[in-house]
């Protein structure tokens, strides 16, 4: 038996139970390397130590059991790749600099780091001091894993703030979106400029633009690959 790697797993499937209690899941104690999910008091699926997820075709037999299966996988995969980027990454040492702290990307003289808790990993990104000895103004996202992940690029220079759309501009793509697939045609209201809403709703999945949650999310693509839902209007 490969004991590291057991307790790799078993490392990861006791992190992920945060973010599942965190969104309103329940979980049962992990039993043989698997972490049995539970939504509305009911099983839905499995997530194994490797990340993978397995679920009974009767367990999510409604779109909401589907919904619910799918913010699952997307939990599961984000602190897969997280937790695997921790286990391989070196320590963070800087004059100053208390705690347990690894260096999970480092570029343009920002590190973007992340440190274990019992509330989970919790992130930050800093920038490196002129000599590089300390780190200096730190940007601190507790959780959010992807708010750091964009704070480093943008901070560090890999991708410049104004490439980025902000949430009202997402929402605005959103909205044109779904009158387009309604066929109603709506010019783009000074928020977004340049885009042209019949190409915007083949450039991006509505599923991935905004997945009810608070985190505003895009996806830009040659056209979508799943089904376009549209949001029911209230009569």
């Given at each position: 038996m490969d004991t590291q790697n057991t307790s790799r797993q078993l490392r990861y499937?006791?992190?992920?139970?945060?973010?599942?209690?965190?969104?309103?899941?329940?979980?049962?104690?992990?039993?043989?390397e698997q972490l049995p999910v539970h939504w509305n008091g009911t099983p839905l699926c499995r997530i194994t130590g490797k990340g993978s997820v397995?679920?009974?075709r009767e367990?999510?037999?409604?779109?909401?059991?589907?919904?619910?299966?799918?913010?699952?996988?997307?939990?599961?995969?984000?602190?897969?790749?997280?937790?695997?980027?921790?286990?391989?990454?070196p320590q963070l040492k800087a004059s100053g600099l208390d705690g347990d702290y690894r260096i999970l990307a480092d570029f343009g003289g920002t590190v973007l780091a992340g440190s274990p808790s019992k509330y989970g990993v919790q992130f930050v990104t800093w920038d490196w001091d002129y000599d590089r000895t300390g780190v200096v103004h730190g940007h601190y996202f507790m959780e959010n894993y992807d708010g750091a992940k964009q704070d480093f690029a943008t901070r560090s220079g890999l991708i410049q703030k104004e490439q980025l759309f902000s949430p009202e501009q997402l929402t605005e793509i959103y909205r044109c979106c779904t009158d387009s697939v309604n066929e109603h045609f709506f010019e783009l209201t000074d928020i977004?400029?340049?885009?042209?809403?019949?190409k915007a709703c083949w450039q991006l999945t509505l599923d991935s633009l905004l997945d009810g949650s608070s985190d505003t999310r895009y996806e830009l693509m040659h056209e979508p690959?799943?089904?376009?839902?549209?949001?029911?209007?209230?009569?």
């Open positions: 499937l006791e992190e992920v139970r945060t973010p599942l209690h965190r969104a309103g899941f329940g979980t049962l104690p992990v039993e043989g397995f679920y009974r367990d999510v037999d409604t779109p909401q059991a589907e919904d619910a299966l799918y913010r699952v996988e997307d939990i599961a995969a984000k602190t897969l790749e997280y937790m695997t980027a921790m286990e391989a990454a977004i400029t340049n885009y042209d809403p019949r690959t799943l089904a376009i839902k549209t949001p029911t209007k209230e009569k």
